[in-house]
């Protein structure tokens, strides 16, 4: 093809609360001029400062620039729950087990945490922003339980320990009398996320790879033998491009009609007073996803994580577009509201701080699209809904394979198969949302 220009820039609703009560970041360092580079990455979250990272382990000399549409932790990464998940979560199933291989998925998602918890170390990112504290799956109803019961029977197939725990030992966590159950397990890291990418971010710069915020690209073609990176004020000549923008690869006229485009919504209270915090009860920090994916992730966060505040996660829209509506985000929004208050109802009142929307990319066959796409282009997308481990693994491959290097996660993503073709418009959208609506009513005590 040996020309791409984007179609559209990413457009997000509602700002991003956890980079939000972190305070505000540095100035920006927008792309102005003409540079060049060995390697470019497009896209500043997850998948993109994890290719530079483990480009910099692979060629330490070779000069890297990142080039972020927004501010760095303000888009995708910023706008996630924060939980790093070890074991199969496919969002497609009733009780998260995968349809594949999980022990090598439980293997490759282990090696993100690593990953991960390596930069920690290297860069000095504050370990609040990187607690490896577990998670629960919450079930508020028989047919919840019952789906922590056989996803706690998967696992033990697969020689995974969990902890069932009871009603009162989930209000005991939360301060909730929601719960019926719950199913712990160890493994999951509980990021902030905007804390963890802007340290992470922070920490690549500090070793010599070139961020620029503000800086959408605009396009890239091959020009002589390099690629040519266009943003508004510069470019950058390039011997590779390596694409990490998940759903907005599609923008670039790859994989057009073969990606999902989906938001997730959530909500952020303000920080809660000593009187609030006596009512509430409860742990100071803890992670809840639902016991069947379509239902409300729930968290709490402490001072060390931005304050201490609960975060609401529910209600799902596809969007072909790449951008919901200021009506998605105001339904989801009453809809988050009445969850808080159903769990937390010594709370009843407390008028949420901040709302968002998140941007998601799935495929009908739950593959990515991390590969070559021509000649010194590599994409490391389509995380289906799994941004901070899985997207992790697609920045690494993707960076391997534009180093002619071989790994596990290389081999993987090489085996993985195109996504399929999604259903034409308008069809595939009022089909899809019908779909969700449905799922959400069906998940509705969850």
């Not at 595939?428 to 449905?438: D, G, M, P, S, T």
Request: a neutral charge; one cysteine or more; charged letters at 20%.
């Amino acid at each position: 093809m040996s020309k791409y220009s984007a179609r559209s820039l990413p457009v997000h609703r509602g700002p991003a609360a956890w980079s939000a009560i972190l305070g505000a970041p540095a100035a920006a360092q927008e792309l102005a001029g003409d540079l060049t580079a060995d390697v470019t990455i497009v896209g500043a979250g997850f998948a993109g400062l994890a290719a530079a990272q483990r480009l910099q382990q692979l060629q330490p000399d070779a000069k890297i620039v990142v080039l972020e549409a927004g501010r760095v932790a303000e888009g995708a990464a910023g706008r996630n729950s924060g939980f790093m998940i070890d074991l199969p979560h496919d969002l497609a199933s009733d009780d998260y087990s995968g349809g594949g291989d999980d022990r090598k998925m439980i293997a490759l998602n282990r090696q993100a945490i690593a990953f991960a918890r390596a930069a920690v170390e290297q860069y000095q990112i504050d370990p609040n922003f990187f607690d490896p504290a577990g998670k629960v799956n919450g079930a508020a109803s028989a047919a919840g339980h019952a789906h922590n019961v056989s996803y706690a029977q998967h696992l033990e197939t697969l020689g995974e320990a969990s902890e069932m725990l009871d009603s009162q030992q989930m209000h005991d966590l939360t301060g909730s009398r929601h719960y019926r159950s719950g199913l712990y397990t160890s493994g999951t890291v509980m990021l902030q996320p905007a804390g963890y990418i802007r340290g992470l971010a922070a920490g690549l710069a500090r070793a010599g790879v070139a961020l620029h915020e503000n800086s959408a690209v605009t396009g890239f073609e091959k020009q002589g033998g390099a690629w040519q990176v266009k943003t508004r004020r510069g470019t950058v000549s390039t011997g590779a491009v390596i694409l990490t923008v998940n759903g907005h690869l599609e923008s670039f006229g790859i994989e057009r009609n073969r990606l999902m485009q989906l938001f997730l919504f959530a909500a952020m209270t303000p920080e809660l007073d000593a009187d609030a915090l006596a009512k509430l009860g409860g742990q100071p920090r803890w992670g809840v996803t639902p016991s069947d994916p379509m239902g409300t992730t729930m968290r709490r966060i402490d001072t060390g994580q931005g304050g201490n505040r609960i975060i609401t996660r529910t209600c799902a829209a596809l969007r072909p577009g790449m951008a919901a509506s200021a009506r998605d985000l105001t339904r989801a929004s009453r809809v988050m509201q009445r969850k808080f208050e159903q769990r937390f109802p010594q709370l009843a009142g407390t008028e949420m701080q901040y709302h968002w929307a998140g941007h998601l990319c799935l495929s009908l066959n739950s593959v990515s699209v991390t590969r070559e796409i021509e000649p010194g282009v590599y994409s490391g997308c389509v995380q289906n809904g799994l941004g901070t481990a899985r997207g992790t693994l697609t920045g690494i491959a993707a960076a391997e394979r534009a180093c002619g290097h071989s790994s596990d996660i290389t081999r993987h993503f090489d085996a993985e198969d195109k996504p399929k073709r999604l259903p034409p418009q308008p069809l595939r959208e009022i089909a899809a949302n019908a779909i969700l609506r449905w799922k959400e009513w069906k998940a509705r005590e969850e």
